[in-house]
């Protein structure tokens, strides 16, 4: 739960704004320290299951692979290194042993980052069902804080900006991420978890109204936040993250409210979104749905001309910047710099090459055998209803990040890679169920 929390507010700066993910790295290895050493932090917790080692050996491989110091005869016949091969042979260092990847500090960098969400999954894939339920507490805890300090960002209190870092997706609600696709993304992950704890109260069959209530209280406040993120994805996929929480409620609620309530509540919605639609916050944001202006399409364009001068090995993990940079079209320059992508798939494909498509095939079929394994599972009958919902929740928070990575780069951010390190660990066994196999 620490460590979750501690990546919810200090994991969202990004490559732009490293401090805080510095800070994170320390705090994150400090925690980890009694559960890997102490035998008394460990009871009742399961064993790190063979998937949760699998996946994050495939998931380090790349950047591990690419570290690795090639003889000059090997690195010096890879593609997109002739300008590398000529600037060394200046100081005669051209015959030196270099790594498959142009950048090694950026890539080490990212080998860092990544080294943390995997070891949040071994750790998580071995709690039980009460402890993975906690875990939905810290986000939905975390998603409310974030809410508070966006309001501080949005009202400039005091004259602050109220921001964790330096860069940041100005006169938008971020909260603690510096992307507003980020925040985003955070607050539906939010909703999700909420859908797993009204679930898991909800599992005794009373009536619960004080719940419920809070739920809905809880569904308008993080939908409000998340539309002030003025993320167009982001709100366009809140109603696929709606779906999945009733999918979740839906066999506890249809034996609780009738047509009267659904009618009544779906008209007060109406009604609220009719009124937030004059506020000139609201229309600043509905503003930016207009795709008349879309840096994407060229980023695109470059990213995909700087995937033809280094396919098939790629150029390392961690190297867009200077990769966009070199290939930037004269054209398009302007005072801003090309960070990402914004499409991760994309800069997957230009960091990690032939190679890393192959790894991030077997890691998507491994995460979906996971999935199918887990609905069945938790679908039988007299399965509880609370690992039901966190399957769901899982399925639902790669789904909506797998998503968005097609538009933006939620998976560079350290909170969602460690959110996404917890989703996949829920798709495995609870403790219990680990002890009753065995």
Known sequence: MAILGLGLTLGGGGTVNPQAEMVLQVLTALLMIPLVMSVGWQRGLGRVQTPAWLLGGLILLIPVMQLIPLPASIWHALPGRTVEIQSLALIQAHQSWMPLTMAPARTFASLLA???PVLLMLQVSRLSLRGRSWLCVVMVTGGVASLVLGVLQLSHTGGFEWSLYSQFSEGFLVGFQANRNAEADVLL???LAMGVLVTSRLADGRRHPLTLAALL???FTFGLGL???????GIGLAMLTLLLVAVMLWPMLKVRISSVYLLGGGAAVIAVGGLLLQLQSVQKVLTRFSLTKEARWDLWADTWYSIGQTWPFGSG???????????ERLDIVDPTRPVRAHNDWLEWTL???LPGLIVLSLIILLILALVVRSLMASHR??????RRAQVIF????LTVEALHSIVDYPMRSMSLAMLAAVAVAFLMEPAALQRNRQ
């Open 114 to 116: 990544t080294t943390f």
């Open 189 to 191: 992950i939010g909703i």
């Open 217 to 219: 209280l809880g569904l």
């Open 227 to 233: 539309f002030m993120t003025g993320s167009r994805t």
């Open 317 to 327: 993990i961690g190297t867009i910047v200077p990769m966009l940079e070199a290939a």
């Open 351 to 353: 960091e990690a090459g």
């Open 381 to 386: 009958a007299g399965a509880n209803p609370s």
């Open 394 to 397: 899982a399925c639902g928070l």
